[in-house]
Structure formats: C-alpha cells, structure tokens
C-alpha cells in the first residue's frame, strides 16, 4: 500500500526552530514536496525535494533521503504567521498524482 | 500571472443531486489535476487531466468524473451525492515540459456542503 506518516499536532514558539518529520512508503518516487496551508485557505507550494540531501530557501529547509524513505521541514526563526498546517505529499507515479499525508497543524505562541 | 481560479467557491446541495466544478488552471499550464479534502481523510487525489486526456485517477467511485477542455479548463462532476461527498474541492494545476515533474499550484477551492 501507500502510507505518508507525519506528526498530527506540534507547537513551538517564536524564534524557535521545529522540524517536521514525514516518512514515507509509496510504490515509486518522483518527488517529494512540502506544502503550506492555513486554516480555511488553499496549500500553498514551500519545497521539492527529489535527490537526497537539503534544498534551503530563507527560514524553510527540506531534507530527503530515499533510502529511508524519509524527509524532514525545518523552520527556523519562528513567526505566529507559520501557524498553519503542513503537509507532506509524494509524487509517485507518472502525472501529477500526489499522495499527501494528512499533515501536521504548528501553533506558534508568543 | 493570475493564479488557478475555481467557481463557485461555495456550494449548499442536497443528498441524490448532482453538481459541476470548475477550474481554471494558471495560464500556460496543461496539467489540471483534482483532490477532495476532508477533516478525517486529509487530501485525496480524484484525477489528473493532461491535454484533453485522464492520465490518472484516484481510488474514488464512478460518480466522480471529470473533464478538460482544449483551453486547460477543467470540470469535475459528482452524481447522484451523498453526504460524505460534503468537502473542499481542490484543483492545481502543473506546467510540464517534456515529462519532468513539476510544482502543483493550488486553487482556492470549493466547499462543497451536501444535506
């Protein structure tokens, strides 16, 4: 079968780093991305990652390991707008096809 | 560049009607692809449409069907609904050149609410 596991709920505060866990167990692998998205709103895109390693941009990072079938979201410098939920999905097949995890809700305190 | 566009974003139908979405993708782009998320099940992928043809389709039942047109619109249409069919409906649309996955882009969706 298709499992995408990432944690349900996790909480942080301002400033702080959090990463996001997600692992993985598809029948391929074209890619694995991040998305964002806040309560009542569409996801919005935050990283591709399809070669192992760490993809940076600004206060988000995203590693990849194949091998292991695991990937991680790291944020940094930590705003109250980073609350939302984030979602891992896997590309696995031809097409456009995402299989997304049922995502992971970040409250951010002050 | 304006982003994916949906309509109507929200929708009241009751149990046995049928209904159409919308989706205009991100001009450019070819892919249209569609997905049902609900609280318990999270993003469900429906079905993927590339130049005119469905290239994949999810685990969903015959009532959920969908369609492009030559510009990259797209439709979906459910059939006789049931109330679990109560969700938001998500289009995204992907530009893609020779093959190479690229990013989805999201719409604003459509809630659709069944009674």
């Known amino acids: 079968g298709q499992n995408i596991d990432q944690p349900t709920e996790m909480t942080a505060t301002e400033g702080a780093i959090v990463q996001i866990n997600c692992t993985y167990q598809?029948?391929?692998?074209?890619?694995l991305f991040w998305y964002q998205q806040h309560a009542g709103e569409a996801p919005t895109f935050l990283s591709y990652?399809?070669?192992?390693g760490l993809e940076e941009k600004g206060r988000f990072s995203s590693f990849l390991s194949r091998s292991k079938g695991y990937s991680y979201l790291l944020l940094k410098e930590l705003q109250m707008k980073d609350s939302a939920s984030y979602l891992c999905?896997?590309?696995?097949?031809?097409?456009?096809?995402?299989?997304f995890g049922k995502g992971t809700t970040l409250s951010v305190s002050s | 560049k304006a982003g994916v566009t949906q309509t109507p974003r929200y929708l009241i139908k009751t149990r046995g009607q049928q209904v159409t979405l919308s989706c205009s993708p991100i001009?450019?782009?070819?892919?249209v692809s569609w997905y049902q998320q609900t609280p318990g099940q999270g993003l469900q992928f429906l079905f993927e449409?590339?130049?005119?043809?469905?290239?994949n389709k999810g685990n969903f039942p015959g009532r959920f069907s969908g369609r492009q047109f030559s510009n990259s619109r797209s439709e979906m249409n459910v059939s006789t609904l049931e109330l679990g069919d109560s969700a938001l409906y998500l289009c995204?649309?992907?530009?893609?050149?020779?093959?190479?996955?690229?990013?989805?882009?999201f719409g604003p969706g459509t809630r659709l609410l069944v009674l």
């Open positions: 995204a649309s992907s530009l893609e050149v020779s093959g190479v996955q690229e990013t989805q882009y």
């Open positions: 449409y590339f130049s005119e043809t469905q290239r």
């Open positions: 999905a896997v590309n696995g097949q031809a097409g456009t096809a995402l299989i």
């Open positions: 990652n399809v070669l192992d």
């Open positions: 598809t029948s391929g692998f074209n890619g």
């Open positions: 001009s450019g782009h070819r892919s």
